[in-house]
């Protein structure tokens, strides 16, 4: 975002000052020049359109709100970006079909949830993408989940472990878009097994950004490569 200079990811912390707002800092990635961008700044333009496809969709499909999402032409490829587009795509679709009594105010939540746990970069230093805790805060919302209650913790973590699962799959390298893509497919699935609702569906996407991946495209070992999709077309399990 300073210098457009490929970005370094680090193994250990460096301390340093946000170049936009000069929020000091420890941080995992830089550029080479040393330029740093704290989540807050490198977030908040992308998330403004984000949000206003999110709050002004009528869609009932999460699928299709997410890829209206993600070919914005302002998304980087990579992002924690995603983890805010499959979070409010999921809400946005149940709040639409009147599954649940939900409001703009109930996916802010989910979206102040998601920031929490969703950091540039911290998908491979910890392992867990936060594509992972969004959905999960989608569950939690509807089912009034939080720290001591039985069922409603139960179903939120059971989600959650199956979207690494499935993230996991198609890890190597890293693709924000084909997780957005296959968390969303589990969690529609998930949400029709345990709740008497019927999301709207769609084939398989087709990916349109492949060029544009800084790590090198998986192609065809991702099931949304646009060459012979029936090929590698799988089907979603729990």
Request: with cysteine; aromatic share 6%.
């Amino acid at each position: 975002m300073v210098c457009s200079a490929p970005l370094q990811y680090h193994t250990q912390a460096i301390v340093a000052c946000c170049n936009y707002c000069g929020s000091k800092g420890t941080w995992y990635i830089s550029c080479p020049n040393d330029h740093v961008v704290c989540d807050k700044c490198h977030n908040q333009e992308t998330l403004a359109r984000v949000e206003a496809i999110i709050f002004h969709t009528t869609l009932t499909n999460p699928l299709e709100i997410a890829e209206q999402c993600m070919d914005l032409r302002i998304l980087p490829m990579l992002g924690c970006q995603h983890a805010f587009i499959a979070g409010g795509s999921l809400l946005a679709a149940l709040k639409n079909s009147d599954a649940f009594k939900l409001s703009d105010d109930d996916i802010r939540e989910v979206f102040n949830r998601t920031e929490k746990q969703a950091h540039g970069g911290y998908c491979g230093l910890t392992g867990v993408c936060g594509i992972a805790p969004a959905l999960g805060a989608c569950v939690a919302l509807i089912t009034g989940s939080k720290c001591g209650l039985d069922k409603e913790q139960r179903l939120t973590m059971e989600l959650v472990s199956r979207v690494v699962k499935a993230i996991t799959g198609l890890t190597g390298p890293s693709c924000c878009k084909a997780y957005v893509r296959v968390s969303l497919e589990v969690a529609i699935v998930f949400l029709e097994e345990h709740f008497p609702l019927r999301l709207a569906s769609q084939d398989r996407a087709i990916c349109q950004h492949m060029t544009r991946h800084p790590h090198g495209c998986r192609k065809t070992n991702c099931p949304y490569y646009p060459v012979d999709q029936c090929k590698f077309r799988t089907e979603v399990k729990g």
